[in-house]
């Protein structure tokens, strides 16, 4: 094994693999402990990037899909990067301290990202760095990361968004709204004395598992799983947390815009609930068909607790929200039962409300 794994080691039942702790045995009683608050997962398939200096709220503001140039420190938010026709290149949970503001991405697109930012530098007051081997990300509920030792703590923002974000998708009955979710920046000498405490059977861990278990249940995107190189933010419902339609000029907004007023993006999220007869679960990427028609993939697939087997999918706006879908598992059909996160006919319903993230949390 390597330093990755290693840490792991004197934890009884750990699984890991080089992006760190898979699960310890039990992923469904993980995800229990995980809501409860009573245990933390080390997520090392997310990454630290740290950007400082006095310009850079207003330089990340000028450069992304979100408004932050006058974010108040500890108030967390997230952000996009996009090409010039709108596409998801990038996607950031967001935090600043008053000195740094801390991005955690997908660790497999970390590098991408920092070599991005800092080729858009220019002459501005800006420092750039890739903290990998400084510091991992922990996650679980507020009040289990606020317990850790942190060089900063990012708080999932979408139950503090106004129902329906920007008028564009109604909130009612999205899990979304009850999710307790945080992650901290912490450096690998907490992580050790975590997995340590976990080793003497003082604390709990779960592995990634569990937690992206829970995500796929609140119906949050990743743009690892969900960003496929043209998906568009409406179409992943990012227009709540990650998008601000009346801040200036930047890449990719004239199609933010555009689709947003017109309405009705080309591909829509949808949760899925399969079939709980066939122990095997699909692969992400899996075909979705409606009848015989192919409509969509699955993006991302998971076991939780209480709910069986589920999945995120992107299908095209044109399925109807109450058709019966499948899911290609093994070359044969499962039954998928869809619930409408990103409604068919998305867009502009009311005049855009202020969005609460931006102002300190009390």
């Not at 068909?289 to 409509?295: K, M, T, Y």
């Amino acid at each position: 094994m390597d330093g990755e794994t290693d840490v792991f080691a004197g934890v009884a039942g750990a699984v890991a693999d080089e992006r760190g702790l898979v699960h310890v045995g039990n992923p469904l009683r993980e995800q229990q402990l995980l809501e409860r608050g009573t245990a933390v997962a080390p997520l090392g398939d997310r990454r630290v990037v740290s950007v400082a200096g006095p310009d850079r709220l207003s330089w990340l503001d000028s450069l992304t899909s979100q408004a932050l140039a006058q974010l108040a420190p500890g108030v967390s938010t997230e952000l996009l990067v996009l090409d010039p026709h709108g596409h998801i290149e990038h996607a950031a949970s967001v935090v600043d301290d008053g000195e740094t503001a801390w991005l955690i991405v997908d660790a497999d697109r970390a590098a991408a990202l920092t070599t991005w930012l800092q080729r858009m530098r220019f002459r501005l007051r800006v420092e750039i760095a890739d903290h990998a081997d400084e510091f991992v990300v922990v996650g679980g509920t507020a009040a289990a990361v606020d317990s850790l030792a942190a060089v900063a703590r990012w708080r999932d923002p979408w139950p503090s968004v106004s129902i329906g974000g920007w008028g564009y998708a109604s909130g009612d009955g999205h899990p979304g709204v009850e999710r307790d979710w945080s992650e901290a920046v912490v450096s690998h000498e907490v992580l050790a004395s975590i997995v340590a405490g976990a080793a003497a059977g003082e604390r709990s861990l779960a592995g990634r598992l569990a937690a992206d278990a829970l995500r796929v249940a609140a119906w949050r995107p990743r743009a690892a799983s969900e960003a496929d190189g043209t998906t568009l933010p409406h179409e992943v419902d990012w227009l709540r947390t990650a998008v601000h339609l009346s801040k200036g000029c930047y890449r990719g907004q004239e199609t933010v815009a555009k689709v947003h007023n017109l309405g009705h993006p080309p591909r829509r999220l949808v949760a899925l609930q399969l079939d709980g007869s066939d122990a095997v679960l699909p692969e992400p990427g899996a075909a979705v068909f409606s009848g015989d028609d192919e409509v969509g993939r699955v993006t991302s697939v998971a076991r939780h607790f209480e709910q069986g087997p589920i999945a995120l999918a992107i299908v095209k706006r044109s399925v109807p929200t109450d058709a019966a879908l499948t899911v290609a598992v093994d070359g044969e059909p499962v039954a998928a039962e869809q619930e409408t996160i990103v409604p068919p006919d998305a867009g502009r319903t009311a005049a855009p409300p202020r969005l609460p993230r931006l102002s300190r949390r009390r």
